[in-house]
């Protein structure tokens, strides 16, 4: 009775053409302002531009070397001007991008593992008051958006007792030994991580917790107990590999979702990762670096996706009918 | 929906926090202009005071009286939930129910069309509209009911099938029932728990959208809303003003998002557990 498509060649296709359509939008919707995009965006700066470089910015942003060159300058990193801060944006891109996969590769490694095991042991225990009591806990902390929680954080942990900073990713002017220079990092690191942290918990362990009490129910972990296998080889060897698959499945719909919190997390605790870059462009109105931190990051997002479709069909041939 | 599953939700303790919560929301903005008398718009009081018998959360950096403030933020970011939502099951139903229907190329066209809108993130595309094109709130929404719609239209579209395919529609069309007559009078009536569930699901997913772009910056300064509240508010956090200015936005905006995600949960729960499984 479920969604039936072909393989993966369904969501492959999507993730392809969606990443189309998102350098198509971010080709074609400069073209659509009203005016001169240029001039508008770079006459109220202080930039000085020199007749050469006022026609390649015009030629870039006003489609004059079509949507191929588009794709070419894209490629080799040619993503414009930023004119707030006067230095091309690939590097600002580059610049934050390491923070971003910090915290955020930091934050779904722990939300997964903790999340996964948590979920698993659950649902073993389905039914009695420390499961119920930690579904309900959970269900709770589903509802607090990051700004919520992060904020409250902020309030607590840095500004009333200050055991953190409150904001940055490490303390800037400082000579410093390697350990300590480390310490340093996690500290900064700490609050945004444990806001991300709240954030995604929830959602992997009550998904893993969902899947693990349908497997729990079928034949072939009847059989596995009867043979008299321990009760943590039936629950991690035989049962809980069969859960991680609707994780990850899950995955690519709640990333979008989880990308939004990123961005206000970061901004929060001035991270100086994407979101507080993009933060900063919104609140300059530099167009040019809105433009490609939106369009970079969200192919990245599409990129990790695909590969995630394409590792779990690898991981378990059955998915290949099925969402 | 019959009284059997009426009385499965009124026994839940998610539904009735979630109602009851919502509810207190909706007191709230009815009654916001009668607890709070002045316009949020009205710059003339001292920036920056502390709560007074007069100002209970005190006044803002600009001079207006935080709690008129607050009840127009939350209604803003309400009617914004409310739009987005409701567009967008609309939108997804639509889809649905037209795919299922009349299969074939039209089904796997809207299919496909469904995999490169779930695929596009939609709050990327939103910062790209709103920093190029400022669109009023309400353009907002609608672009994001425009960019949300996927994935409701593919469990209306399933669950459809199933219905199209059961015994009673079968006879209903061998007696002469048209398409539109088993459209109208079979699946859109019996799939009603979907569009509970989703719109529970949209407006969740809308309310903090609404939030995370406006604390980003992205609607106009001047509007009233929990997001931009809470990104004001925190430019003075180092002040003594963050249990009277900070805190009741996060609140309120948590309790909202709480009180969706509840609703979801709860109905997703007691309306045909098996629901879970075709997505």
Request: aromatic share 12%; glycine share 8%; charged share 15%.
């Amino acid at each position: 009775m479920g969604i039936r498509f072909k393989p993966h060649s369904g969501a492959v296709l999507g993730y392809l053409a969606a990443a189309l359509v998102m350098v198509y939008l971010s080709y074609s919707l400069p073209m659509l302002l009203p005016g001169d995009f240029v001039t508008a965006m770079y006459s109220g700066s202080d930039v000085a531009l020199s007749s050469e470089q006022e026609a390649k910015l015009r030629a870039f942003y006003t489609g004059e070397e079509g949507f191929g060159g588009y794709l070419l300058d894209l490629i080799s990193l040619q993503w414009g001007i930023s004119f707030a801060y006067r230095v091309p944006v690939s590097t600002l891109f580059l610049e934050a991008l390491p923070w971003t996969l910090l915290l955020m590769g930091c934050a779904h490694v722990f939300s997964v593992f903790f999340g996964f095991i948590a979920g698993v042991e659950a649902a073993w225990r389905r039914g009695r008051f420390s499961e119920k009591a930690g579904v309900g806990a959970m269900t709770v902390l589903q509802g607090v958006p990051e700004i919520g929680s992060g904020v409250l954080l902020l309030l607590v942990f840095a500004l009333n007792l200050g055991w953190f900073p409150a904001g940055g990713a490490e303390t800037v002017y400082s000579e410093q030994t390697a350990s300590v220079k480390t310490l340093d990092l996690l500290l900064h690191l700490a609050l945004p991580l444990t806001t991300l942290f709240l954030a995604y918990f929830p959602g992997n362990f009550l998904l893993s917790r969902a899947s693990m009490v349908m497997i729990l129910k079928q034949r072939f972990i009847q059989t596995a107990r009867a043979k008299g296998l321990k009760a943590v080889r039936v629950r991690y060897a035989h049962a809980a590999r069969n859960a991680l698959i609707p994780m990850v499945t899950r995955f690519g719909l709640r990333f979008a979702f989880m990308i939004t919190g990123a961005l206000v997390v970061e901004t929060i605790f001035s991270y100086p990762g994407l979101g507080t870059l993009l933060f900063n462009a919104i609140s300059m109105r530099d167009l040019p670096l809105i433009q490609a931190v939106v369009l970079i990051s969200s192919l990245m997002v599409l990129a990790v996706n695909l590969m995630l479709e394409v590792a779990y069909s690898w991981l378990d041939p059955r998915l290949s009918d099925g969402f | 929906m019959d009284f059997e599953t009426l009385r499965k939700l009124s026994r839940d303790p998610w539904f009735g926090a979630g109602m009851a919560i919502l509810s207190v929301v909706a007191a709230l903005i009815l009654l916001g202009p009668v607890l709070s008398p002045y316009d949020p718009y009205d710059m003339g009081f001292r920036p920056l005071s502390p709560p007074s018998s007069g100002h209970w959360l005190g006044i803002n950096d600009g001079g207006m009286d935080i709690l008129s403030e607050l009840f127009m933020g939350l209604k803003n970011t309400v009617f914004f939930g409310l739009i987005a939502a409701s567009a967008g099951l609309t939108l997804g139903a639509l889809v649905g129910l037209s795919s299922a229907v009349a299969g074939g190329a039209l089904d796997r066209f809207l299919m496909r069309m469904a995999d490169i809108f779930l695929a596009v993130p939609p709050v990327m595309v939103l910062i790209l509209v709103a920093a190029f094109f400022r669109p009023s709130p309400r353009v907002l929404a609608l672009a994001l009911a425009f960019l949300g719609w996927a994935r409701s239209a593919k469990v209306i579209r399933a669950q459809a099938r199933v219905v199209n395919g059961a015994l009673h529609v079968k006879a209903a069309r061998r007696m002469g029932g048209g398409r539109v007559y088993v459209i109208a009078r079979h699946l859109m009536p019996e799939i009603f728990p979907l569009y509970v569930i989703g719109f529970a699901a949209q407006l969740r997913v809308a309310v903090f959208m609404e939030a995370s772009l406006s604390f980003l910056g992205l609607f106009d300064p001047s509007r009233k809303s929990l997001g931009i509240m809470i990104h004001y508010a925190l430019r003075y956090y180092y002040m003594d003003v963050w249990i009277h200015w900070l805190l009741p936005p996060v609140v309120c905006l948590t309790l909202l998002i709480m009180a969706s995600t509840f609703l979801a949960v709860s109905l997703e729960k007691v309306f045909d557990p098996r629901l879970k499984e075709t997505v």
